[in-house]
């Protein structure tokens, strides 16, 4: 089964056009849509309309990011009720990134995990969180990362969704790591399709995202041309997620970033394959 992602939009001149490609995507009746949260939670009530939407009026389930690291108990417990208001059920409980400057600040919540026990509490959500097949960038060591990631499953993470990546056998060794140390819940591979060269190469950089030598010929080819780079990023995208399949990897998350013709090429490119994809464990 496939997912897509989407933002909100950071000003109101925006919602409009945010709003109606959500819309687009969610008529291609993905499994489910998350819609992410704006770290400092500035656009956190545009999360939960853009997620009520997708759900009450295209019959997709909505899987609602939110963000502690910028919040305080009292911020985090009325956006859960806002979130039950909207009957949102699943959410993606995330840290977020610590502000520049910010690093030494005492705060309410400085791991995913405190919010996992909050929310849990809190009571009747499915909580997913995030996982990074090649570490966070802050970790020391990946163990010490994976040793992190069990005590907010532990916490009450019942799957978890992977930071993007280009090389699927990263995956499968970060699968094989975690499941010896004994996490077992399902993790749902994120896939970027890369459309925009320049702004990849930024973003993989501030997260140590590692790009193969493969990816990096296509983004130096065609990087200049933003039709040529379109095709080829849909085209890596899906041969990454036809791999997974093969490998018995069950759901797939896209990064659709609110583009309604990539998440519909992708759909198109493996039609075929999806609905033989359906069930089994992930
Ligand atoms: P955590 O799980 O808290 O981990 C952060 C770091 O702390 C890791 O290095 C971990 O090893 C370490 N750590 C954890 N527990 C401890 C402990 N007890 N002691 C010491 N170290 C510890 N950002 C947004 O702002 N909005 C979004 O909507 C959003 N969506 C995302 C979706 C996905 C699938 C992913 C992968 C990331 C997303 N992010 C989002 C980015 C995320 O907020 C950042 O990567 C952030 O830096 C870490 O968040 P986390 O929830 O993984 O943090």
């Known amino acids: 089964m496939l997912s897509f992602e989407v933002f909100p939009p950071k000003t109101d001149d925006k919602y409009d056009s945010v709003k109606h490609a959500t819309e687009e995507i969610a008529k291609l009746r993905p499994a489910y849509m998350s819609v992410t949260y704006g770290a400092g939670g500035g656009t956190s009530d545009y999360t939960l309309s853009i997620a009520s939407n997708i759900k009450d009026n295209y019959g997709v389930p909505s899987l609602a990011h939110l963000t502690c690291v910028s919040s305080d108990t009292e911020t985090v417990r009325a956006q859960l009720t806002k979130m039950k208001e909207f009957g949102i059920e699943n ?32 009571g009747d959500f499915c909580i997913g969180g995030a996982c990074y097949p090649e ?10 990362d994976i040793l992190h990631l069990r005590e907010k499953v532990d916490a009450g993470c019942e799957f978890l969704t992977t930071q993007m990546f280009f090389d699927n056998n990263i995956l499968y060794n970060f699968l094989y790591k975690i499941r010896e140390a004994g996490i077992t819940v399902p993790v749902v591979p994120g896939i970027m399709p890369v459309t925009n060269g320049a702004q990849i190469e930024r973003i993989c950089k501030l ?16 990087g200049s041309d933003p039709d040529a780079m379109k095709q080829a990023g849909i085209a890596y995208a899906t041969e ?22 990539v998440a519909e090429k992708i759909m198109e490119n493996l039609s ?11």
Do not use: W
Request: with cysteine.
């Open 135 to 144: 570490g966070h960038v802050e970790s020391q060591s990946q163990k010490e």
């Open 272 to 282: 075929c394959i999806i609905g033989k994809n359906e069930g089994g464990a992930l």
């Open 207 to 222: 997260s140590g995202t590692y790009l193969p030598q493969r990816f990096k010929q296509i983004v130096d080819r065609f």
């Open 91 to 122: 959410v993606l409980a995330l840290r977020g990134d610590i502000p520049e400057g910010e690093e030494n600040t005492v705060r309410a919540y400085s791991y995913a995990s405190e919010l996992v026990r909050e929310i849990k509490e809190f």
């Open 240 to 261: 990454q997620i036809i791999d997974l399949f093969a490998n018995g990897v069950n759901a797939v998350h896209v990064y659709s970033m609110n583009k309604p013709d």
